[in-house]
T-cell receptor
Framework: NAGVTQTPKFQVLKTGQSMTLQCAQD?????MYWYRQDPGMGLRLIYY???????DKGEVPNGYNVSRLNKREFSLRLESAAPSQTSVYFC??????????????FGEGSRLTVL | DAKTTQPPSMDCAEGRAANLPCNHS???????VYWYRQIHSQGPQYIIH???NNETNEMASLIITEDRKSSTLILPHATLRDTAVYYC?????????????FGTGTRLLVSP
């Protein structure tokens, strides 16, 4: 089982460049999330998609855009990268159903450095 | 969501029980206590959750006080692989969308 897959795992950008982080889940989950984690800090929610076709801002949305391409895929785009966006980015998903515990399933993370 | 307070770090000897406390004195009646852990730089991993009864699964036990203002995660026989940051989160349970807010957690170091 792949679970939640993120690409790329590592990326170095120059200030002002753009890039898209890709996330896909194979668990038929309705909800997907993007978090960032800075050194020594907890995770902060950037954007989320409660269900296919909807997206909403989290705690720290500035400088990012998202697209819920379909039920499986949720991408995060940096239009003009800044050094303050150097971080580890985690994608997560959660399901729905009688057995659902409210558990979030996380990907392995994408490590982004902006020079 | 109710705020949680955890010690920043704890140590535990391998093979001993690790007891990780969490204070959530402002918890509401419909809020659950969730525990996640993050090993090194991996994505967080769900451990357990509970409302008011004690819960146990293959990974850990969760003890919630009767007034629900605090809880303890117990790893009964800690191993070196349990070294991680442990997050206590209080949240209303939604059966689908679940917006969790992570604090800085407790860094548990298990030593030989």
């Amino acid at each position: 089982n792949a679970g939640v897959t993120q690409t790329p795992k590592f990326q170095v950008l120059k200030t002002g460049q753009s890039m898209t982080l890709q996330c896909a889940q194979d668990m038929n989950h309705n909800s997907m999330y993007w978090y960032r984690q800075d050194p020594g800090m907890g995770l902060r929610l950037i954007y989320y998609s409660a269900s296919e076709g909807t997206t909403d801002k989290g705690e720290v949305p500035n400088g990012y855009n998202v697209s819920r391409l379909n039920k499986r895929e949720f991408s995060l785009r940096l239009e003009s990268a800044a050094p303050s966006q150097t971080s580890v980015y985690f994608c997560a998903s959660s399901g729905k159903g009688l057995a659902n515990t409210g558990e979030l399933f996380f990907g392995e993370g994408s490590r982004l450095t902006v020079l | 969501d109710a705020k949680t307070t955890q010690p920043p770090s704890m140590d535990c000897a391998e093979g001993r029980a690790a007891n990780l406390p969490c204070n959530h004195s402002t918890i509401s009646g419909n809020e659950y206590v969730y525990w996640y852990r993050q090993i090194h730089s991996q994505g967080p991993q769900y451990i357990i959750h509970g409302l008011k009864n004690n819960e146990t699964n293959e990974m850990a036990s969760l003890i919630i006080t009767e007034d629900r203002k605090s809880s303890t995660l117990i790893l009964p026989h800690a191993t070196l692989r349990d070294t991680a940051v442990y997050y206590c989160i209080v949240r209303v349970l939604n059966t689908g969308f679940q917006k969790l807010v992570f604090g800085t957690g407790t860094r548990l170091l298990v030593s030989p």
